[in-house]
């Protein structure tokens, strides 16, 4: 099955700065890949997504690559803010199979120092 | 327009008891997925259902633990006969998978403390 791995575990970064998340994943016929920000207590928010046909996707301050030969993605933050304060999640599933679950990374905990 | 909803947010069990967990997914939405999310862990895939179907139980535990989507109600998530290890907090997500939509949402959890 999918194998999600997740780099780093903990990044902290100053307020204004970029911070780069990266996953890997295994399967090679997974073809759509979401990012969650999961705050203290709640269930995970997705925040940005992209698909196997596209090799960049942003949205405002948050942007995320997909490097299909390498099997991997990044989850890009500029100009960070503290309520960029959370943990991320990436995760990867084979959307159209009749096998939709999503498979996650083990999580970033993102921390914004002022 | 309403999230996903999960009830109850916290359930206390003791050992050998049932817990039973509900989802009531985003309106127009028919695709209902349950992860699990152990402490410092991310979230485990468990099962996929659409109404009264199961599609995809491959996360699932053998024994204990069963789901349903019912044409009427909520998901329900259950899990018998619960040991400490079953502690964690359980999300319910929901798609409405139609054409080239297929992003979850996710609920608030329910955090189940087995004592």
């Known amino acids: 099955g999918e194998n999600v791995e997740q780099h780093p575990s903990t990044l902290s970064v100053q307020e204004g700065d970029s911070a780069v998340i990266k996953c890997t994943y295994s399967d090679s016929a997974s073809n759509y890949f979401p990012w969650y920000k999961q705050e203290l207590g709640k269930g995970p928010q997705l925040i940005i997504d992209?698909?196997?046909?596209?090799g960049e996707k942003k949205d405002q301050r948050i942007a995320v690559t997909l490097n299909k030969t390498a099997k991997h993605f990044s989850l890009h933050i500029t100009e960070t803010q503290p309520e960029d304060s959370a943990v991320y999640f990436c995760a990867a599933s084979i959307v159209g199979g009749g096998a939709d679950g999503l498979t996650f990374g083990k999580g970033t905990h993102l921390i914004i120092q002022p | 327009n309403a999230g996903v909803m999960q009830n109850p947010r916290h359930l206390v069990r003791r050992r050998g008891q049932e817990a039973r967990l509900r989802c009531s997914p985003m309106k127009g939405h028919s695709h209902v997925y349950w992860y699990r999310q152990l402490p410092e862990e991310g979230l485990k895939f468990m099962v996929y259902l659409q109404k009264e179907n199961i599609i995809d139980e491959s996360g699932m535990p053998k024994e204990r633990f069963s789901a349903e989507f019912p044409k009427e109600g909520p998901s329900i998530l259950r899990i018998q006969q619960v040991v400490r290890g079953d502690s964690a907090a359980y999300f319910c997500?929901?798609?409405?998978?139609?054409?080239?939509?297929?992003?979850?949402?996710f609920g608030p959890g329910t955090r189940l403390t087995v004592l």
């Open positions: 992209i698909r196997s046909n596209v």
């Open positions: 997500a929901s798609s409405p998978r139609q054409g080239s939509t297929f992003e979850q949402f």
